[in-house]
């Protein structure tokens, strides 16, 4: 039985069998648009919030050079109406795309008529009941704002991509090396030595320098001494809700072969000549409330779950999110603020 999903088989907690894959197929080369890039960004769980994604593709039009954005799962959730799941639809497509959890089980036909995975967030024994209940309600009421053919387009994006950037190999996934949603980079079994050793194995039968995912809502850039030599996991949290206490930004990984130089940028670690850092995107927070809470007003399941973090972000400190293998902290990060 894996370690980074429930052992129970409901909706929610299960993983289901086509979601997993081997971590060997990283070791293979990134499409000719993917490569020699100077500058990565990829946006993880965007979850429908319109006012993070107009911050995205702001700031990503500032950059220069060769660049590519990669919107990497659960870019829908908030957005339960069907004008409001369309627009978000319509600009993340025109991007590079993989699919989350969310727009798997979207797409998968079948699974709805038969209840499959909930869902599919393959949800860990840490996280409650409730939690999880709201969660496949909320899916359940996304998927009425969707048309066939929208869901037909989420069906056929990949489940992971490989991009270069500078002379650094990066596997783009939304959960883990081994699953679309898996936990093996959340920061709780981050945390843990035992699976970090799993980690490097990981890493080692993918032959990346690291992996960039999201999935598991609080950010952690984890540094790995390998055999061969430093790696890293590069979880960006949640673009679409804040990822630290007291703030209300969400967050979103740039891999680049230059520094970025703007107050967004709230930590970042350096390999290899190639920079790893994490960018704030702070929106409108009175227009996103008001959306928010015209769709999932109070004592709705999105409230529950989530309106306490969009107002006063997770008990998390950036301070918490940097780490290393050996070293409690990595000397090299740098703060903006």
């Not at 909706?11 to 100077?38: I, N, Q, V």
Request: aromatic share 10%.
């Amino acid at each position: 039985m894996r370690a980074d999903v429930s052992t129970a088989e409901a909706p929610g907690r299960s993983c289901p069998l086509h979601y997993r894959y081997d971590p060997a197929l990283f070791d293979s080369a990134a499409p000719p648009h993917l490569r020699e890039l100077e500058v990565l960004y990829v946006v993880g769980g965007l979850y429908g919030n319109a006012a993070a994604l107009a911050r995205v593709l702001a700031l990503f039009e500032r950059e220069q050079g060769r660049k590519r954005l990669i919107f990497n799962g659960d870019f829908h959730w908030f957005d339960s109406e069907p004008q409001a799941f369309a627009g978000i639809q319509q600009q993340v497509l025109a991007f590079e795309a993989t699919r989350g959890n969310v727009e798997t089980e979207l797409g998968d036909e079948s699974a709805a008529a038969e209840g499959g995975a909930g869902c599919g967030c393959a949800y860990p024994d840490w996280v409650g009941e409730g939690v999880v209940e709201r969660s496949n309600r909320i899916h359940a009421r996304l998927r009425t704002a969707t048309t066939r053919e929208q869901r037909c387009q989420l069906a056929t994006l990949p489940m992971w991509l490989r991009a270069d950037v500078g002379g650094l190999r990066i596997a783009v996934v939304h959960g883990d090396a081994t699953s679309l949603a898996g936990w093996g980079f959340a920061q709780e079994h981050l945390a843990d030595a035992a699976h970090r050793a799993e980690v490097r194995r990981w890493l080692a039968r993918a032959n990346v320098h690291a992996f960039a995912c999201s999935h598991t809502c609080l950010p952690v850039f984890q540094r790995l001494h390998t055999d061969a030599g430093e790696r890293w996991v590069l979880n960006n949290g949640a673009a679409g809700m804040p990822n630290f206490r007291g703030e209300r930004s969400g967050l979103v990984t740039r891999i680049a072969t230059r520094a970025w130089r703007g107050r967004e940028r709230r930590f970042g670690v350096h390999q290899a000549g190639v920079h790893h850092e994490a960018l704030a995107l702070e929106w409108d927070a009175a227009a996103f409330d008001g959306e928010f809470l015209r769709l999932w007003p109070p004592g709705s399941d999105a409230f529950a779950s989530y309106f306490e973090r969009i107002q006063r972000g997770p008990d998390y400190t950036p301070a918490q999110a940097v780490r290393d293998d050996i070293e409690p902290r990595v000397r090299d990060v740098a703060h903006a603020r």
